[in-house]
């Protein structure tokens, strides 16, 4: 008799650890997104850029434990409309956002927040919103208003208009780790912190200012290009390093909204260094020289304390034993020329602007790092989230699920080609609209607006900077030809063959000094 209960009593104690791992394997995720404005994937070291312009060891923490995404593609290169396309699944002409100058998010439709939350998922948006409308699908937003300051900034907290003091990033990592701490514990969650940084004009934290002694940066090798073998769109725009750069760009002036005391600081730091510089007036490529370094400098240091949040907010998952099920995501709403073709910004077709930095770990599935050099893009973000939680995704998103590359299987009918679609001209900086397909090697870009009607060739394997077009040349005929098929037939699945409004494409001077 006490045999049978001591065997019965272990049986139904296996039955209730099985019952137990079973039902953890079938719990959804936890899902943390955390996004940064302008981040090129130059200045991450797990992408090992040949300058070696910044270490960022706890967003390489991220890759270290899943997957490093080398070719994530934007479909819009631009701040709000590649926002609306994370948060959709959709490109600018089907959700509806095409630029920062006249577009307004539609926050009735529908968004994988939204189905996140439809599923019994709490959800939080902190930080950098930027989409002109009022979050929605969020039960907590905490957002900045419009494009935000760097310094004790004004946000919105559901509604609430606040303020408060500090530097934007660490306040964005605190307000995101207490909504974590306060949270709903029995419901799976979405959180999505959201930086201003590194966006222009790029104001370092405090404990930042020295951060890299006065380095001389490398420069690329197309620091000083000429725009020759390329038509009008880049030769006629306005965000070169030589000539758009302004004195707060240039921290010749400081940031707005400082308090005395840190505006001492600031000074401090900056005062001599400027003082050195009025001195020497430099002129021409010297100049150009001082204000690429001076930019490296203060971009790199906003980017210093988005690394620093994301360390904290990997140690908070890690201590409060969420890491194991969370899918963590560091990505950038776009890519960002730091000095290439002697450019800062965004907008263009070219690599540095088109190629966003995206790392994914969820250690559940997998604990090996790998790298992925497939094409992807922010806009598989919503489904790859969706097809984790067990949520079947509205047939009109336009991405795929990245959930499969995760696992560590490329299905065998992974794209192979990319479909790109600018619109804003012509402030800020007068890039012509622009659209384009893009495949492993090859890039075929059809310039149109206002006063251009024109293609380029662009061969990444003969020219990595993208220096010439090869369009014209007869060797490339065929390569033309059979990219024109599949440019026509991305346009049509994707349903962008039937013309935007013209209001996708307008802004006027008077915008100028709206903010970006």
Known sequence: MIYLIIRNFFVAVIILQSCSVSFAASQPPNIVVIFSDDHAYQAISAYGENRKLLNTPNIDRIGNKGVRFDRCLVTNSICGPSRATLLTGKYSHMNGFY????????????????????????????????????????????????????????????????????????????????????????????????????????????????????????????????????????????????????KLDAKLVPPTNMTPEQLQKWNAYYQPRNDKYLKDDPKGKDLVRWRYNRYMHDYLGTIKAVDESVGKMLDYLDAEGLAENTIVVYAADQGFFLGEHGWFDKRWILEESLRTPMLIS???????????????????????????????????????????????????????????????????????????????????????????????????????????????????????????????????????????????????????????
């Open 99 to 246: 630029n920062n100058s006249n577009s307004k998010f539609d926050g009735t439709q529908q968004t994988f927040p939204k189905l996140l939350q439809k599923a019994g998922y709490q959800t939080a948006v902190i930080g950098k919103w930027h989409l002109i409308s009022e979050p929605t699908g969020f039960d907590y937003w905490h957002i900045l208003p419009g494009q935000g300051i760097y310094y004790n900034p004004p946000m919105i907290r559901n509604g609430e208009k606040m303020q408060h003091q500090g530097y934007t990033t660490d306040l964005i990592s605190d307000f995101s780790i207490d909504w974590l701490k306060n949270r709903d514990k029995s419901k799976p969650f979405l959180l999505m912190s959201q930086h201003k940084a590194p966006h222009r004009e790029w104001a370092p934290a405090l404990r930042h200012l020295g951060h890299d002694n006065d380095r001389v940066y490398p420069e690329p090798v197309n620091l000083f290009d000429d725009y020759s073998n390329r038509g009008l769109a880049i030769k006629d725009q306005d965000m070169t390093i030589e000539k758009t750069f302004t």
């Open 362 to 516: 969820w250690p559940k599935i997998s604990k090996t790092p790998a790298v992925n050099k497939n094409l992807t893009g922010l806009i598989d973000l919503a489904q790859t989230c969706l097809d984790a939680a067990g949520v079947e995704a509205p047939k009109d998103m336009q991405g795929k699920s990245l959930l499969p590359i995760l696992k560590g299987k490329v299905p065998e009918d992974w794209r192979k080609s990319f479909y790109y679609h600018y619109y804003e001209y012509p402030v800020p900086h007068r890039v012509r609209p622009h659209y384009g397909v893009i495949t492993d090697r090859f890039k075929l870009v059809h310039f149109y607006k206002p006063d251009v009607d024109y293609w380029e060739l662009y061969d990444r394997e003969k020219d990595p900077n993208e220096m010439k077009s090869f369009y014209a040349d007869p060797s490339y005929a065929d390569v033309v030809k059979e990219l024109k098929v599949e440019l026509a037939k991305l346009r049509s699945d994707l349903k962008d063959n039937v013309g935007s409004p013209k209001e996708a494409y307008g802004n006027s001077e008077n915008q100028k000094k709206k903010k970006r």
